[in-house]
């Protein structure tokens, strides 16, 4: 079984302020890291697919760097918005298939 | 295009009954999922499909069965139901390429309570 972790569970930001959260995976057998993101009462939705060692990802005010070779994956939300609250999920990908290994989640609470 | 399409959207079952949750996808994916999510916990895959007439347990399919007749439909059994069974379940698909990473696009859930 992958062991593939995030960190925090969840954290409380004031609208406005940047934040960063950590997803870490496994660093052999690397094929693709997926961000989600997963409002509530809602399906969740792709943000970003990342590769390559070094990779770095921007949608708007959300952005995302990969360490594949010590298995580490940061997403970033820069001045964030009530509408940034969502739990974001990532999931690891390895080599060997299309299977995806989500990791718990990170709740993000964003306080006007 | 619908996307992926989960019926019912709530169930609520009694211990021992029998269910069958409905995925379908109008985006001709050849590959097709069946998450659940639990309280505080991510998503762990039931099954998956990589086609129709193929499918393979995912990490948690004790209780389960699925069946893909067709490309489009990717329908999940439940034949005792469990309180432990108590969930949301997502399904999703997504299109496989040789050497693609491919994003899953999910359905919208089904939110099951087995009393």
Known sequence: ?112 | NAGVTQTPKFRILKIGQSMTLQCAQDMNHNYMYWYRQDPGMGLKLIYYSVGAGITDKGEVPNGYNVSRSTTEDFPLRLELAAPSQTSVYFCASSYSAAGGQETQYFGPGTRLLVL
């Open chain 1, 1 to 112: 079984i992958l062991n593939v972790e995030q960190s925090p569970q969840s954290l409380h930001v004031q609208e406005g302020d940047s934040t960063n959260f950590t997803c870490s995976f496994p660093s052999s057998n690397f094929y693709a890291l997926h961000w989600y993101r997963w409002e509530t009462a809602k399906s969740p939705e792709a943000l970003f697919v990342m590769t390559l060692n070094g990779d770095e990802k921007k949608k708007g005010r959300i952005s995302a760097t990969l360490n594949t070779k010590e298995g580490y994956s940061y997403l970033y939300i820069k001045g964030s918005q009530p509408e940034d609250s969502a739990t974001y999920l990532c999931a690891f990908q390895g080599a060997a298939g299309n299977k995806l290994t989500f990791g718990g989640g990170t709740r993000v609470l964003v306080k006007p």
